[in-house]
């Protein structure tokens, strides 16, 4: 029994998954009848050009919006709304202003009733996780972008999700904060162990940190593509086999 | 010869720190005395000026009196004359009515910036009231409660009541559905979404709105204490321009800008206090 459940912690199972917007009068379909498996501890990034739909899949599976059609699975249950199992890190920090670092990041914690000290040596232990320890009780706005996104990363870890799901978290960020945010981010996806799915339109970052890379096709027509990234870790940015693979999903997007 | 000088001065800078530190207390001070300078270098020339312009022929004293003999009636006026009693009068007044307001106004406010159908509802309405100067309503107050105490109270009330009303609304709109949207996120239902997110943000603009009827408070109690009245500062302005006692209009005159002053910066300390998160406050 522990076993079993053990074996399906954050393993997400979606269905003929669809979903259309309506844009002046004309209908314009996001998903079209998408099935995927995510398997426990994965690292799933999910690319695309801008309208393919990475983003509506991610706020589905996070529950912030409602599939047409379609089921989404976590761990054997549908999804119907938010859920104590996943958290969310958005592109922007959405970090609450009037609060410091370290009551910002058990915010999470406050809500579901842990008791304030607790909480905070929780909370203190991933502010030093993602690096802050000294500025626990600083407030947001004397934080750089990576810094409060690092905030942001705390809080969402606090809670213990099974499954953490990005949304162009390092989209922000200049070029050298990024690439020091994709190794930490991949340092804590190890640690944690967490079920991580990640939007991007990075490629590097893409073969930098997904397991499995999930490309969105515009035209929805074309079957989605799932390219395994078979590479070592630490993946090594300059590696000929990194290169090809880089070239290959360049090619995905027609620009090679 | 040069060198040992230059020498001799590091050495002194080393052990005995005692020159640079008059040269910093010097310095503060220097630049102290230009902070306030700034400050209040226009405000203290307008006093001089005032003081000194009768003697000094460009003003009438007869009508302005100096500012000495002003501040000598203000003085008087709280230690033994009328203004002690008026100025208790006109801070009850104020103060009920901006109580109530603010009593009213808040919980209204967050209530309808959180209901978007209620606000639409009742928007058209508020706007015409404020639209329409309290001050024109008042005979209709009067007609209503009386010409005693109530009518007074109730108009400074319903002037002081929009503005608080209405930043309340906005301040409460104005939160970032992003943030709404993280703490849904962590589970949040919709009381600790309230209680955590949606009223700290509005708290900058409801401070806004608190100065705002504040100064809107003050304005009207001084015309409602004009219009019917036999105490209060309001009524002392006029009062002593019938009787001539000028020392004392102008004296009442201070006394109530005094008293914005005062109530401006109670509100902005407290604001100060309850917004360090703010940069901007």
């Known amino acids: 029994m522990s076993a079993t459940q053990a074996a399906l912690r954050g393993e997400v199972s979606i269905r003929r998954l669809s979903k259309a917007f309506t844009l002046n009068d004309r209908r314009l379909d996001v998903l079209r009848g998408l099935n995927l498996d995510i398997r426990s501890g994965e690292c799933l990034v999910i690319v695309g050009a801008s309208g393919s739909g990475k983003t509506t899949l991610l706020r589905i599976l996070a529950g912030l919006e409602q599939a047409d059609a379609g089921e989404v699975d976590i761990d054997g249950r549908p999804v119907a709304g938010v859920g104590a199992e996943r958290a969310v890190i958005f592109q922007e920090p959405r970090l609450l202003p009037w609060l410091t670092v370290l009551e910002n990041v058990t915010f999470g914690l406050d809500i579901r009733g842990w008791s304030k000290a607790r909480a905070r040596a929780e909370a203190r232990h991933y502010i030093e996780l993602v690096g802050l320890g000294d500025f626990a009780d600083a407030y947001p706005r004397q934080l750089s972008g990576g810094m409060a996104q690092r905030v942001g990363i705390a809080r969402a870890l606090t809670v213990k999700p099974e499954i953490l799901l990005l949304d162009e978290p390092l989209g922000a960020l200049d070029a050298m904060t990024k690439i020091a945010m994709q190794q930490e981010l991949s340092r804590i996806w190890r640690e944690e162990k967490v079920t991580m799915i990640l939007v991007t339109h990075d490629l590097e970052e893409a073969i930098y940190l997904a397991d499995r890379v999930l490309v969105l096709p515009k035209i929805k027509s074309q079957p989605p593509r799932l390219i395994d990234v078979n590479l070592p870790r630490p993946r090594e940015r300059s590696s000929a086999d990194f290169v090809a693979l880089r070239e290959e999903l360049l090619a995905e997007f027609g620009l090679h | ?281």
Request: glycine residues 10%; charged residues 15%; aromatic residues 8%.
């Open chain 2, 1 to 281: 010869m040069t060198i040992q000088d230059v020498n001799s001065s590091l050495a002194l800078g080393a052990d005995g720190a005692r020159p640079a530190n008059t040269g910093a207390f010097g310095r503060k001070a220097l630049q102290l005395v230009g902070d306030l300078a700034t400050r209040f270098g226009v405000l203290i020339a307008f006093a001089l000026l005032w003081e000194y312009g009768g003697r000094l022929g460009f003003l009438n004293s007869a009508v302005i009196p100096p500012l000495s003999n002003v501040i000598a009636a203000l003085r008087d006026g709280l230690v033994s004359g009328p203004l002690k009693e008026d100025l208790g009068i006109s801070l009850t007044r104020a103060g009920v009515a901006f109580g109530a307001a603010t009593a009213l106004g808040i919980p209204l406010g967050l209530v309808m910036g959180q209901l978007p159908t209620a606000e639409k509802l009742i928007d058209p309405l508020l706007q015409l009231f404020r639209q329409t100067s309290a001050l024109a309503l008042y005979p209709v107050f009067i007609l209503l409660l009386g010409l005693g105490e109530t009518s007074k109270v109730f108009v400074i009330f319903w002037a002081s009541l929009f503005p608080i009303l209405l930043a309340t609304i906005g301040g409460v709109k104005e939160v970032d559905g992003k943030l709404i949207e993280m703490a849904r996120v962590y589970g949040a239902r919709r009381l600790t979404i309230f209680r955590r997110v949606v009223l700290p943000g509005a708290v900058p603009q409801i401070f806004v709105g608190l100065r705002l009827s504040a100064t809107t408070a003050l304005l009207m109690l001084i015309a409602a204490e004009m219009i019917g009245a036999n105490h209060g500062v309001g009524f002392q302005v006029m009062n002593a321009q019938y009787n001539f006692q000028l020392p004392l209009m102008f004296a009442s005159i201070v006394l109530l800008a005094l008293l914005g002053l005062a109530t401006n910066y109670a509100i902005l300390g407290l604001q100060r206090r309850l917004c360090r998160w703010n940069a901007a406050a």
